[in-house]
């Protein structure tokens, strides 16, 4: 049991900052999410979840970004058993921001973290503000992508992409993503192996 907690320790003292917000880390039990009055239903479940995103949404909001091709709408279904495996988690991080979270074998594997007070959007400064502070200078940055990259883990600052249309009647947001780049490629695989389209992508 020693030797087990002694490993434990090691591998989250070797991750990078970008891997952990606050108390939640990548790597990390679906009994954080819990701790905090969240709540787990199983990652293929139809349909939008207590969350407020559905599996398909998060999937393209995690993964989608690190991949090297994105999954069109046909292959929602490929999705849904991609993320079978495991299961989808949300609660609240703190009083600004909300947390949901896919996990495999209960360890937490993608991460989005979204910000408002009162019902409304933190400013996007803001947000980057607190990226900064929590993971310092970014590996890459762009105005609406910085990006913190390491072997195992990578993490966006991400401003989402709105037509012009919809930009002028709702102000820009801003979230977090957290994500394990080798359960990344693994859903990739469980994705194309359940009939998505296209060419397997390595995260």
Known sequence: MMHV??????????????????????G????????????????????????????VAF????????????HKPGDSLAIRRALGVGTMCWAPLDSTSRVVAAAVDRRLVAVIVYFYRDSVLLPVDSVRRRAYAAWGRPTHHSP??????????RSYFMVPYRPPAMARQWPQSAQLIMLDIAA????????????????????
Not at 11 to 23: E, H, I, K, N
Not at 28 to 55: F, Y
Not at 144 to 153: I, K, N, P, V
């Open 144 to 153: 609406t992508l910085d990006t913190w990259s390491s072997a195992r883990y």
């Open 59 to 70: 999937a393209q909001a995690t993964f989608g970004y690190a991949l090297p091709h994105s």
């Open 184 to 203: 990344c490629t693994a859903f990739d695989h469980r994705a194309h192996r359940a009939g998505a389209a296209g060419e397997v992508g390595e995260c």
């Open 28 to 55: 990390g039990p679906v009994d954080d999410i819990l701790a905090k009055g969240g709540e787990c239903r199983p990652g293929d479940a139809i349909g939008t979840q207590g969350s407020g995103i559905s599996a």
């Open 5 to 26: 907690a002694v490993i434990a320790l090691l591998l989250q003292v070797g991750q990078p900052r970008w891997a952990a917000l606050q108390d939640m880390r990548l």
